[in-house]
């Protein structure tokens, strides 16, 4: 059973452009949170895809953006890289509400951004 | 808008020996889920434990146990037995109960079990 896969690993990308990042759930999972974990600190929430619709957001800016397709995979856009936008970019995957209120998440390894 | 404090940056424990992690919470609801999430070096989020805040019973699971105090709105982890492989950064989250993916995180714990 494959868990949380995420890509690519690491990417380098300079200030001014814009970034994809992919997320494929773990297996009968239909729901995808991103979170942003800058270096030393805690992940933040960035926003939750169901159904293929931004279902919660965190207070990040309308830069970061993105998608989730029908097999329940996900992408992350970053519009306009500042260098603070340099993190690990975890992808979490669960089962909805609907499906289930146990909450568990499974998280991905991770995708490192570096802006230079 | 809830928060997660950690107050511990790092610990150290020896093999064998019992730590236990500090964390408390604050939040305005009454229903809500709390975590504690391991990450190793590989980086990879691993959740240990989850407590539903209606039970009062702390949760359990092999090694790891919490010690929830609801009214105090603390959430400690306790590691029995340390083992090697316990050495990461453990992280405490707060879901909150009509959205409980939506994972608000503390700053993190650096425990280092020794040999």
């Known amino acids: 059973d494959a868990g949380v896969t995420q890509s690519p690993t690491h990417l380098i990308k300079t200030r001014g452009q814009q970034v994809t990042l992919r997320c494929s759930p773990k297996?009968?999972?239909?729901?995808v949170s991103w979170y942003q974990q800058a270096l030393g600190q805690g992940p933040q929430f960035i926003f939750q895809?169901?159904?293929?619709?931004?279902?919660q957001r965190g207070n990040f800016p309308d830069r970061f953006s993105g998608h989730q397709f029908p097999n329940y995979s996900s992408e992350l856009n970053v519009n306009a890289l500042l260098l603070g936008d340099s993190a690990l970019y975890l992808c979490?995957?669960?089962?909805?509400?609907?499906?289930?209120?146990?909450?568990?998440?499974?998280f991905g390894p991770g995708t490192r951004l570096t802006v230079t | 808008a809830q928060t997660v404090t950690q107050s511990q940056p790092e610990m150290s424990v020896q093999e064998a020996e019992t730590v236990t992690l500090s964390c408390t919470y604050d939040?305005?609801?009454?229903?809500?889920?709390l975590f504690w999430y391991k990450q190793p070096p590989s980086r990879q989020m691993i959740l240990v434990i989850r407590q539903e805040a209606y039970k009062q019973q702390n949760a359990t699971e092999n090694r790891f146990s919490v010690n929830f105090q609801k009214a105090a709105k603390s959430f400690s982890l306790k590691i029995s037995d340390s083992q090697l492989g316990d050495t990461a950064m453990y992280f405490c989250a707060f879901g909150p109960g009509n959205a409980g993916n939506m994972l608000t995180f503390g700053g993190g714990t650096r425990l280092m079990v020794k040999p």
């Open positions: 939040t305005s609801e009454n229903n809500y889920y």
């Open positions: 297996s009968g999972h239909d729901t």
């Open positions: 979490a995957s669960s089962l909805g509400l609907a499906r289930s209120r146990s909450y568990e998440q499974y």
């Open positions: 895809y169901y159904e293929e619709e931004e279902r």
